[in-house]
């Protein structure tokens, strides 16, 4: 599969559906702020995508983040992928809230009311506060309510300065593949388990062989993966254990690997049979 660097989530997707959502604190549309809220233009014609990614797991879903950097008072487009780890599908429904706090400054929260479509939300925030920040994401619908926390992140006094943030170093050779096409797939991950002999192990679904070598595909970004050469030993109960090629925090794909896969490699099924056909983010 060919490996691809995407534009920054779509800005002009996402900025068109703005404009049929209800924000709480964009009442007049994304680039109509009220006489209260400050705004700064400067900029506009140079603006270069400095999107920025996060993945996050609670102990029900994941959510994917993209935000562009965060400037006081400039439009930050953030657009969040929410999936249900229990079946690996978009979570209906709901609205997000962000929120940055801390840093000696008042909270300031940008809320939407409706989803994009199933699973997918997007949210325009503008600070109006520059400096260290916490950053989080509340989600809550009729079925779910669940909030991440996200860390610390920078809010820029002004456009030139945001400019020297450091850009988003994707993996070499990284195999990419949209959220929405993981969903249509199916695709799961999940962090290696650790039996009673200490070791770390995966299902046999997650392996896959080429040229006699055992590989696995390890989550880099929400739609980044990288291949992974691993050793393995035994196998027990459909679980093998591998010696070396991944860590106990990492995510691993454990199902729907056929979708990252170049036509030269066998599929994951025919690895599974060959062994034995006998979710600091925690899920």
């Known amino acids: ?74 439009d930050s487009v953030f657009l969040a992928h929410l999936t249900d780890l229990t079946n690996y599908t978009p979570i209906p429904g709901g609205f997000i809230t962000i929120t940055l706090s801390g840093g000696g400054f008042p909270d ?7 989803p994009v479509r199933d699973g997918i939300h997007i949210e325009v925030a503008l600070p109006q506060y520059a400096g260290q920040r916490q950053l989080s994401l509340h989600f809550e ?74 590989f696995i595909h390890v989550l880099k970004g929400g739609e980044f993966f990288e291949q992974r050469k691993i050793t393995i030993s035994n196998t027990d109960h459909g679980k093998v254990a591998i010696l070396s090629g991944v860590t106990a925090k990492e995510y691993v794909v454990i199902k729907g690997n056929h979708t990252l896969l170049p036509g030269i490699q066998s599929a994951p099924s025919e690895m599974a049979h060959t062994i034995d056909e006998t979710s600091d983010h925690h899920h």
């Open 1 to 74: 599969m060919q490996t691809h660097l995407i534009a920054p989530f779509l800005l002009l997707f996402v900025l068109t559906s703005c404009g049929g959502t209800d924000h709480d604190n964009h009442e007049s549309g994304p680039h109509d702020h009220g006489d209260d809220i400050e705004h700064d233009h400067s900029g506009d014609d140079q603006h270069v995508d400095r999107s920025l990614h996060i993945v996050h797991f609670s102990d029900n879903n994941e959510l994917f983040l993209q935000y562009e950097t965060l400037v006081a008072k400039r």
């Open 108 to 114: 300031e929260t940008f809320s939407g009311k409706r």
């Open 141 to 214: 619908s009729t079925t779910t309510t669940t909030s991440h926390n996200l860390g610390r992140v920078t809010v820029y006094p002004d456009y030139a300065t945001s400019k020297n943030s450091a850009e988003r170093i994707i993996p070499e050779n990284a195999i990419y593949l949209e959220k929405e096409a993981q969903w249509q797939a199916g695709l799961a991950v999940q962090m290696p388990i650790i039996n009673k002999q200490h070791q770390l192990t995966l299902p046999t679904s997650a392996i896959y062989q080429n040229n006699s070598e055992n």
